[in-house]
C-alpha cells in the first residue's frame, strides 16, 4: 500500500463464534483487494499481528494499565522488573528471549524512558525501564505420559475436567504439586491422583474428628506435657520447613511431604485433654493455611470449619515460634561396628559419659555386645554413638 493509505484499518465488526483462526480469513470483504500499482485482483495479508508480538511487552503493559495515550508509563518503571518469571523449556529460546529484546528496545526508546524514584510512582527522579525484565528464572518441567511429552498432537492428553468432576480440582492440583518438583517432569499417574484424594479425605476427616470435641482453647506453652510438646515443636518445623520450600526454594513437592508427615503425626496423637486438643487445633489452622495456595476450595471450608473468620486466602502465612523448636532431649543412632541396633533419647546438655552409658543400656544393643571386649565408643554430638567391639 502507498503511504498515503496507511495505515489500514482493521474493520471492528468481526465474528468470533466458531472461527479457527484470525476471522479477517472469513471476510472477503477485507482481504479481497486490488493492487495499488497494476490495478489487478490482489488480496491482503490476514495474519496481521503475531501472538510473540504481544506476548513479548505484556508484564510492561500490565503495569501501565488503563493508559490509552501510551504503552507504557511511570508505573512501568516503578514496578520493573519483574521478580520471578516461571516458564518451560520453550521459553528460553522463544518467548524470554523475544521479551528480553523487547525490554532493552522499550528502554532504549526516549518516548519510554519515565521519571523513576523509589516507592514512588510519578516522582521527579530521572529514570527508565531496568535494562533486563525479569530477576530471577524457574524454567518448569514437561507433564509426560506414556513416556511423551502430553500433548494435544500425541493424543496423550488428560481431561482436567473429567478429574474435576471425579475428584475435585484440589485433588489435581496437589497430585501436580507433589508428583516432582517444579524443574523437573512430571510423568502422569492415575494412581497418584487417588493417593493425593485419599490424603484430602484423611484430611478432612481429621478436621471433622476435631471439631466434633468442641472448641479448643488457647494453646499454654508452659502447661505442654512431653507429647503434646514433641507434636507443636513438630507443627513448627514444619512451618520452617514449608516457609523456606515454597518461599525459596519452590520445591512444592517435598513442602507438601512434610504436611503429610506431620498429618501422620496427627493421626497417632490421642489425647483429648484441654491442652492436647489445643496442640491439634494449632496444629490443623497450620495444615490449611500451609496447604491453601494448592488446595484452596478443601482449605476454605476446613478453615470455616475450625471456627475461623474470614476467607483463608485473606490469612497471612503461619509464623514459627522459636520457643517451640527448642529440645530438652534429642534422639540419637546406636549402632555397633557401624551397623544401627537401636535409638536412645538423653537430654540436650547430657555428658559424654551419660551418652555412653545410655547407649549401653539400650536393650537391643546389649544382644550385640554381650561377651565382647569394648574397642572404643565414638559419639558424634547430635547424631549417633557408635560402640567398636572385638
Not at 496437589?174 to 502422569?188: N, T
Not at 471433622?208 to 499454654?220: K, N, P, T, Y
Not at 496444629?283 to 476454605?300: C, D, F, G, Q, R
Amino acid at each position: 500500500m502507498p503511504e498515503k493509505d496507511l495505515p489500514v484499518v482493521l474493520p471492528e465488526e468481526v465474528n468470533f463464534e466458531g472461527v479457527v483462526g484470525s476471522p479477517l480469513k472469513q471476510m472477503p470483504e477485507f482481504y479481497n483487494t486490488r493492487c495499488p500499482k497494476c490495478g489487478g485482483k490482489a488480496e491482503r495479508e490476514t495474519d496481521t499481528f503475531d501472538t510473540f508480538m504481544e506476548s513479548s511487552w505484556y508484564y510492561a503493559r500490565y503495569a501501565s494499565a488503563g493508559n490509552d495515550q501510551a504503552m507504557l508509563d511511570e508505573r512501568a518503571s516503578y514496578w520493573l522488573p519483574v521478580d520471578q518469571y516461571i516458564g518451560g523449556i520453550e521459553h528460553a529460546i522463544l518467548h524470554l528471549l523475544y521479551a528480553r529484546f523487547y525490554n532493552k528496545l522499550m528502554r532504549d526508546v526516549q518516548d519510554v524512558q519515565v521519571p523513576r524514584e523509589a516507592g514512588k510512582p510519578g516522582a521527579a527522579d530521572a529514570g527508565k525501564l531496568p535494562d533486563e525484565p525479569f530477576t530471577h528464572l524457574l524454567t518448569q518441567g514437561m507433564v509426560l505420559k506414556d513416556g511423551a511429552k502430553m500433548s494435544k498432537s500425541k493424543g496423550n492428553t488428560v481431561d482436567p475436567q473429567a478429574l474435576i468432576d471425579k475428584y475435585g480440582a484440589d485433588t489435581a492440583r496437589l497430585f501436580m504439586m507433589f508428583a516432582a518438583p517444579p524443574e523437573q517432569s512430571l510423568e502422569w499417574s492415575d494412581a497418584g491422583v487417588d493417593g493425593a484424594y485419599r490424603f484430602l479425605k484423611r484430611l478432612w476427616a481429621r478436621v471433622q474428628q476435631h471439631v466434633a470435641g468442641g472448641m479448643a482453647s488457647e494453646v499454654d506453652p508452659a502447661g505442654l506435657g512431653d507429647k503434646q510438646k514433641s507434636l507443636r515443636r513438630q507443627v513448627h518445623e514444619t512451618i520452617a520447613k514449608c516457609s523456606d520450600d515454597m518461599g525459596r526454594r519452590f520445591t512444592f513437592n517435598t513442602a507438601i511431604a512434610a504436611v503429610m508427615e506431620l498429618m501422620n503425626a496427627l493421626g497417632k496423637f490421642e489425647d483429648e485433654s484441654a491442652q492436647g486438643r489445643a496442640v491439634v487445633q494449632e496444629a490443623l489452622e497450620a495444615v490449611i493455611l500451609m496447604l491453601s495456595p494448592i488446595v484452596p476450595h478443601i482449605a476454605h471450608v476446613l478453615w470455616q470449619a475450625l471456627g475461623k473468620p474470614g476467607a483463608v486466602i485473606e490469612q497471612p502465612w503461619p509464623q514459627v515460634d522459636e520457643s517451640a523448636l527448642v529440645r530438652e532431649e534429642i534422639e540419637l543412632v546406636v549402632q555397633v561396628n557401624g551397623k544401627l541396633r537401636g535409638r536412645i533419647s538423653v537430654p540436650v546438655d547430657a555428658e559424654r559419659n551419660q551418652i555412653e552409658q545410655a547407649a549401653q543400656q539400650e536393650e537391643n544393643v546389649q544382644r550385640f555386645i554381650a561377651g565382647k571386649g569394648i574397642i572404643k565408643v565414638i559419639v558424634v554430638p547430635g547424631k549417633l554413638v557408635n560402640i567398636v567391639v572385638k
